[in-house]
């Protein structure tokens, strides 16, 4: 059986994680049975998660899982899909990923409030004389991250401006469809749904989240995906 490495449930959520969410649709799609394991860490090849364990083989990264299952399990996650869809949908994904993502780490980590509800929590386990200088060195450390990104160069108003837009084109490619290419999810939902999971989390808030619940029909994407793949919830 597959193992798939995450942190598990917080903040209400499955897993905090979008790519922790999105590497377990991509098995929940693929209709494999996997297990959970929210001790691999301090193993992941990469330093981060998620990643799985399939047959004695780590498979980092969310992308790479979904390489590695349409690879040895021949499992197609866009069939249907003509080429042109299927380009649709892989841009879709690297916007979201590349773009939503980061506004994520930025409202959660540099956000004063949003940190003290979700990320400070986590450092809790530490004992009280190291818990400052390791939140300290953390935040420096992804606070220096974003500035390479780009998206801690910004201002929250120019992080809503530039989130915004891509919100609106998202909710526009959706329209009325159920899934985002049509009657059936791709692989490309998979990303999105764990995205948007992530970001509606009602502790946290943000222009990011509030521009996607100006749109009723990602709002209710994010419940029809909830409901579908993760019914006991967080």
Same mark, same amino acid.
């Given at each position: 059986?597959?193992?798939?490495?995450?942190?598990?449930?917080?903040?209400?959520?499955? !897993?905090?994680?979008? $790519?922790?969410?999105?590497?377990?649709?991509?098995? /929940?799609?693929?209709?494999? =049975?996997? %297990?959970?394991?929210?001790?691999?860490?301090?193993?992941a090849p990469k330093g981060k998660l998620p990643y799985i364990e399939d047959d004695g083989t780590r498979i980092p990264d969310s992308?790479?899982?979904?390489?590695?299952?349409?690879?040895?399990?021949?499992?197609?996650?866009?069939?249907?899909?003509?080429?042109?869809?299927?380009?649709?949908?892989?841009?879709?994904?690297?916007?979201?990923?590349?773009?939503?993502?980061?506004?994520?780490?930025?409202?959660?980590?540099? !956000?004063?409030?949003? $940190?003290?509800?979700?990320?400070?929590?986590?450092? /809790?386990?530490?004992?009280? =004389?190291? %818990?400052?200088?390791a939140i300290f060195l953390i935040r420096r450390k992804i606070r220096g991250v974003l500035k390479g990104q780009g998206f801690g160069?910004?201002?929250?108003?120019?992080?809503?401006?530039?989130?915004?837009?891509?919100?609106?084109?998202?909710?526009?490619?959706?329209?009325?469809?159920?899934?985002?290419?049509?009657?059936?999810?791709?692989?490309?939902?998979?990303?999105?749904?764990?995205?948007?999971?992530?970001?509606?989390?009602?502790?946290?808030e943000s222009p990011t989240r509030a521009a996607i619940e100006r749109h009723a029909n990602l709002v209710a994407y994010r419940d029809?995906?909830?409901?579908?793949?993760?019914?006991?919830?967080?």
């Open positions: 059986m597959i193992t798939l490495y995450g942190f598990g449930p917080a903040f209400g959520l499955p !897993d905090p994680s979008p $790519f922790v969410l999105k590497a377990e649709l991509l098995l /929940k799609f693929a209709g494999l =049975p996997y %297990r959970i394991d929210t001790s691999g860490m301090m193993r992308t790479f899982i979904r390489f590695h299952i349409e690879k040895k399990y021949g499992f197609d996650f866009d069939a249907g899909l003509d080429a042109k869809d299927r380009g649709i949908a892989w841009a879709v994904e690297k916007m979201i990923e590349d773009q939503l993502y980061w506004a994520l780490v930025h409202d959660r980590w540099m !956000d004063e409030t949003n $940190f003290t509800n979700g990320p400070k929590t986590f450092f /809790k386990r530490i004992p009280p =004389p190291l %818990r400052q200088l160069r910004h201002s929250r108003a120019e992080v809503a401006q530039l989130t915004g837009r891509v919100v609106d084109s998202l909710a526009a490619i959706l329209g009325d469809k159920p899934f985002l290419m049509g009657n059936a999810p791709c692989g490309a939902d998979a990303t999105v749904a764990g995205m948007l999971i992530a970001i509606l989390c009602p502790i946290f029809r995906m909830m409901e579908r793949y993760f019914p006991a919830g967080g």
